[in-house]
DNA sequence: TTGAAAGCGTTACCAT
DNA sequence: ATGGTAACGCTTTCAA
């Protein structure tokens, strides 16, 4: 069932048939009319593979996936969602490379494959080697997440107006001990973007309201989590508000206030940013969450590969902020000031 | 940089060149020498679309991933990651098809454009109308759970084992009222087949062991665990011990334990089947997992999609079991009879 | 063992 | 507006 079978059944030539898929070139409604008729008459669908070869545009897109426990995190798997039905939507097809963050030859490796017509790249860090490596290749690409540099194709999760946005609540309910459990503080000097970009956009609203900034540092794990809900509620201030942005820690927060006996939000108001309500409803009582824009920031990644192949432009870099959802975790702060 | 620069380069013909990498072919060592040379030196990498095209194999296979909260489970995201992985081991790459399980038509009309070898299914139904397409256009497939039907290839996880193990395990710690918390009750009319496989075993190896069988079904929901946390305490004869194979359930079930002052596991044991560590580990207490195969789940289902390219032969299903993480929450049934 | 040439199923260009 | 034909970059005969 190739093209020349619909040409010979039509009784046109094998370039009209190309060109009635393509519009490359004027094609009279009649003959329009016949060919389109005989494809659906036989089935026919155009072979991927040559057209690909012969166009010289594969239209697959690639999604370098890194490997290791992150990929597997909700808000990963929501991202590849999204992609993919970006992808599928613009009439693309999107193929799965699992490749180490620093795996840089083996990417470039694949990539020099011409499977793809460009790469998405997921995780990117600063001074990314995979960033380079393609652009040397000259393969297209687009990053999710920033990186040091300038003028690459970005896009990335709004940390700072997340951030904002949930101080701002939390304030707006009266509460002046906001404190904010950040992923593990080895993650800052290592440079990963979104603990260093939400602590600094919780220390700077925070002093802009004039509140005491209580920033903490919690291992990504349940157990984690209940460590530094201990060393807050020890503190001479115990904050009567928490926002967390460290999902395994979220749940021994709340494990631990309960084992404390401390209410949630009667005593303390808590929120998760940059999560999920799958996950963070999860817990007892489940935690208002800004939900981690995973779907939307696939598509929009797609879409950003997608305008940089079409006009070899690099766009200005694309942030997404977290939507509230509210699952009913914070409250007024209370009176009496701190709890007991 | 074509194949055809390499043969200019080392001085023979193209088709030695191709000769050189596929091995259809013998070529003499000195030969052979010259061009991996050359090759190495020019920085050749052989386009994939033209192999396919020309080979009429692509090495791209197709996972037809389910849209849907479903295909967003730690579970499946660990499938799609040992899917892929094994793709790469394997020399293939692996595209995501987004359509949901009852899209036969849609999936048929992408997988007729020929970029895939073969497409791998997931979520797998009595009656797939998706099997059916895919065999009547010839196109070759595996799948991700068993149907009805017989003679098709198949991996699926091995919930009889799982269950057998899980309950034997309880058994052997003394406990002879072990409860079994099952998905919701609708799964079993839709003939959803974890939920059939898990209860029917369960049913059939405490009826085994003579001990009473008390299964209940929960919504996947942590009300729905607090549900029947309630009705199980509440039962003329609780159990000391409880199986669950309903992950958001898992964490009601939990709280409402801890709400009543059972402990867990000194008043009752409680494990996950079918589960992940990752998840079932984020209560407080952790939960003993049987933990899903998901990465060997997808390897198998590449490897076996790809012996059916191979050998155009069905093996025989294979069936993973889960293995035992334990995370301390089952222990020896409690002396003075039931608890509290 | 090697070279030459005919496909693979399209697109893209050049005539007509 | 349409037909013919040369690529696209490789695999696969078929000769030598």
Redesign the pocket.
């Known amino acids: 069932m190739?093209?020349?079978d619909v040409a010979r059944h039509a009784g046109?030539?094998?370039?009209?048939v190309?060109?009635t898929?393509?519009a490359?070139?004027?094609?009279?409604a009649?003959?329009r009319a016949r060919v389109e008729a005989s494809m659906t008459e036989l089935g026919y669908r155009?072979?991927a593979l040559?057209?690909g070869?012969?166009?010289k545009r594969s239209h697959v897109l690639a999604l370098a996936f890194p490997m290791g426990p992150a990929g597997l995190s909700r808000t990963s798997a929501e991202f590849v969602i999204g992609a993919t039905e970006a992808a599928q939507d613009r009439g693309y097809q999107l193929v799965l490379w699992p490749f180490a963050t620093d795996d840089a030859a083996g990417l470039l490796d694949v990539a020099r494959q011409g499977l793809a017509d460009g790469v998405l790249l997921m995780e990117v860090g600063t001074g990314d080697a995979r960033v380079r490596a393609l652009a040397e290749a000259g393969i297209p690409q687009a990053l999710i997440g920033r990186t040091g540099d300038d003028g690459l194709p970005v896009v990335d999760i709004d940390f700072d107006a997340t951030v904002v946005a949930a101080v701002q609540h939390l304030s707006g309910l009266g509460h002046r001990r906001i404190a904010f459990v950040n992923h593990a503080e080895h993650r800052v000097t290592e440079g990963h973007g979104p603990t260093v970009r939400a602590g600094e956009a919780y220390r700077r609203i925070v002093a802009g309201l004039g509140l005491p900034a209580q920033e903490v540092f919690a291992e990504e794990s349940v157990a984690g989590g209940r460590v530094v809900a201990a060393q807050l509620l020890d503190a001479p201030q115990p904050p009567t508000a928490v926002l967390v942005m460290n999902e395994e820690a979220a749940f021994g927060l709340v494990a631990e206030f309960a084992a404390r006996g401390v209410a949630i939000p009667g005593d303390v108001s808590v929120a998760a940013v940059v999560s999920t309500p799958a996950v963070a409803g999860q817990t007892v009582p489940p935690l208002t969450t800004w939900h981690a824009p995973g779907v939307a920031l696939g598509r929009a990644g797609v879409d950003l590969l997608l305008s940089v192949l079409g006009t070899g432009e690099v766009p200005a870099p694309t942030l997404i902020g977290c939507g509230l959802v509210d699952l009913g975790s914070t409250g007024p702060a209370p009176r009496g000031g701190p709890h007991p």
């Open positions: 190739t093209m020349q046109v030539a094998l370039s009209t190309s060109a898929l393509t490359a070139r004027p094609v009279s009649g003959t155009p072979n040559a057209r070869l012969a166009s």
